[in-house]
């Protein structure tokens, strides 16, 4: 069956217009293992733009169930309509597959509350530079210009962004700035080579004021975009949290670091890097565009590698989106935790949830929690705490 057909019987069956013969086949199409794939992804577009509930069919919702890759009763949960990126802060979750689990309620379905509280607004752009002689610099509410001058370059900012501009004038030391981001902020910066870094919330990169000698190397915590400038004779290394080293020629890729995730990600999106773990016996790797290389912040000396990377989920941060697919309720605030500056608290475990779709980042807190109403989670907030229940 092409999936052309598929499309047309899933929208018949999301607006209820399937014939006999027609609700014959779609069972069919249910039970048929080569089909899952094209009907996830058939649920999925038809039901956001139909904004279409799953049809109270008990008979069909075994077959439903099996075809969604869920192994837990489906949840009879509305699906969100589609906005575009340009006018939309919302969060599109097709919740079909999502379940939630707590050893106390099974049986119970959850309802859903949450507490008046103050607005907590999105994180923005904002830094804190700190110079070589250990003064630093809040960025967020600077004017455009020259804000400091350090061995060999003029540190300008302009239109959110600093860059360096060479003096020529050094005395030969080797001095180091750091610009680092707390929660709640993100920043870009330009390198006194001309590389271009975006930082995310909490994290931090620390360079030379003035590139010299045979290398040009960086160090990078949290998490960082790069857009490296091509130099063959002078390569570029990203050490990691003294756990890894990346070394490229002339690349862009991605560097996830946070200690609070399962492992050091590095996402190739052009170019060639090499990751190399700082662990006896680690073996280096060698990544092209599309690929993944992943360190477990545990003590071990694997580097494994995904050869068919999800490169739009690793740089969403960037492009102004949180991207939720297959992500888990853990792995949501997470990210949370970082862009809204709060603290997230499990009162009985934490939820057992997947989701899908993305949504801009530039929504209130609470915007995102009456989203996260759609799906099976209690919560409350008290004052920057947020208690999933």
Do not use: C
């Not at 050094?170 to 006194?192: A, E, H, K």
């Amino acid at each position: 069956m092409d999936n052309a057909r598929i499309y047309y019987l899933t929208g018949r069956y999301l607006e209820k217009h399937l014939d006999e013969a027609e609700q014959e086949e779609f069972q069919r199409l249910l039970q048929s293992p080569g089909h899952q794939e094209a009907l996830q992804a058939a649920f999925g577009e038809l039901a956001g733009e139909l904004d279409m509930s799953i049809p109270q069919d008990e008979a069909l919702l075994p077959l439903l169930q099996q075809a969604l890759n869920s192994d837990k009763p489906i949840r009879r949960i509305h699906f969100l309509p589609r906005w575009s990126r340009a006018a939309a802060a919302v969060l599109l979750v097709l919740a079909a597959g999502a379940y939630y689990w707590t050893s106390h309620k099974k049986n119970t379905p959850p309802t859903v509350a949450a507490a008046k509280a103050t607005e907590i607004g999105p994180g923005r752009e904002g830094a804190t530079l700190t110079l070589a002689d250990g003064s630093s610099i809040k960025l967020d509410s600077l004017s455009n210009g020259v804000i400091a001058k350090q061995n060999g370059a003029q540190v300008v900012l302009a239109n959110g962004q600093v860059a360096y501009a060479p003096t020529g004038n050094t005395n030969g030391d080797v001095v180091f700035n750091t610009m680092s981001t707390p929660r709640g902020r993100q920043f870009r910066l330009t390198l006194p080579d001309g590389t271009q870094v975006w930082l995310n919330a909490a994290s931090s990169v620390r360079y030379p004021t003035v590139f010299s000698g045979k290398e040009r190397k960086v160090e990078v915590t949290g998490e960082a975009y790069f857009e490296v400038v091509k130099n063959p004779a002078v390569p570029f290394r990203v050490s990691i949290n003294n756990k890894a080293e990346i070394e490229v020629l002339g690349t862009h890729f991605n560097v996830n670091a946070y200690e609070n995730e399962q492992s050091v990600a590095t996402t190739l999106l052009e170019g060639s890097v090499r990751v190399a773990a700082n662990r006896s016996g680690a073996k280096n790797v060698i990544l092209q565009p599309g690929q993944q290389a992943q360190l477990s912040n545990a003590n071990t000396t694997e580097i494994k590698v995904v050869k068919n990377a999800n490169t739009e989920k690793a740089i969403a941060w960037k492009n102004g989106l949180f991207y939720f697919d297959g992500a888990t309720l853990a792995e949501i605030m997470r990210q949370m935790e970082r862009w809204y500056d709060i603290e997230v608290v499990y009162e009985n475990g934490i939820p057992d949830i997947e989701f899908e779709g993305e949504m801009t980042k530039d929504v209130s807190l609470n915007g995102l929690l009456t989203m996260l109403k759609r799906t099976d989670v209690r919560f409350r907030i008290e004052g920057r705490k947020l208690i999933v229940q």
